[in-house]
């Protein structure tokens, strides 16, 4: 599933000051579960309609050029910023070592798809022009037991949101007993998971420390000078590079 030919150093996030803030003091990025993202569509499935719960992704784009519609639908009517993190980001060590147990803690296991990572490392999103065609069944007969196969599941969006040119790192989990139920009929493992009430909305990923420094951060177009400022301060207190931070191209009122 990983993206080979992401041909770029940086990905771009947009986002709001205040997380800023708490992306710098914690040096982690927070991952979202699908079933609360703005496109309602793909957090379904042919099999449930409620398997976005289970998928929490952080999402990107690769295109360096400031986009008027992502300043509108994520940084507060562009009052926030834009910030650029180098492609190999994650702290993968440090993540393997809080994230299996934070989801224990809560009755969840750190679930490992297929002939892949327990991270998934930086993936291209693909866009549908028919995409209840090819949305597929997560939960599959293998032989006589059954088996979640997540191969297309959170990489895959109607065209209509092609604009993002999104790219995504992504995180699955699934119930403790995700064996046991696996052993069940079809019928009643696809009822117990799409009842399953997940409690966990959102994970934390470590980030490395050289990303944070190397961290390159772009005002909206709307920034007043107050927030300018407040951006400034996180430069001094953070000890970042102040050429990495500039203030946006675009002359919008």
């Not at 379904?44 to 992502?70: M, P, R």
């Not at 190999?88 to 798809?113: H, S």
């Not at 009430?197 to 005002?219: G, R, S, T």
Request: include cysteine.
């Amino acid at each position: 599933m990983q993206n080979e030919n992401l041909k770029t150093k940086y990905i771009y996030h947009y986002t709001t000051i205040e997380a800023l803030v708490l992306i710098l003091k914690y040096k982690c990025l927070k991952f979202n579960t699908l079933n609360v993202l703005d496109d309602m569509e793909e957090g379904e499935t042919q099999d449930f309609k409620d398997f976005g719960k289970f998928c929490y992704v952080s999402c990107w784009t690769n295109e360096h050029k400031e986009s008027i519609a992502l300043w509108n639908m994520y940084s507060k009517d562009m009052h926030g910023i834009r910030i650029g993190l180098p492609i190999e980001m994650i702290d993968f060590d440090r993540a393997m070592e809080n994230i299996p147990k934070f989801f224990e803690d809560n009755g969840l296991k750190l679930f490992k798809p297929e002939n892949n990572t327990s991270i998934i490392p930086l993936t291209k999103v693909n866009y549908s022009k028919n995409l209840k065609k090819e949305k597929d069944e997560v939960l599959k007969v293998n032989g006589k037991k059954l088996k979640l196969d997540l191969t297309k599941f959170g990489v895959l969006k109607n065209s209509d949101w092609q604009f993002q040119n999104e790219f995504r790192f992504m995180v699955y989990s699934a119930p403790k007993n995700i064996d046991e139920i696996l052993n069940l009929k079809l019928d009643d493992a696809r009822k117990t998971l799409q009842n399953y009430v997940n409690p966990v909305k959102f994970v934390y990923v470590p980030i490395k420390d050289e990303a944070i420094k190397n961290i390159k951060i772009l005002m909206g177009p709307r920034c007043s000078e107050s927030l300018r400022e407040v951006v400034n301060l996180l430069v001094k207190v953070h000890n970042l590079n102040p050429e990495n931070i500039t203030r946006s191209a675009l002359k919008i009122r």
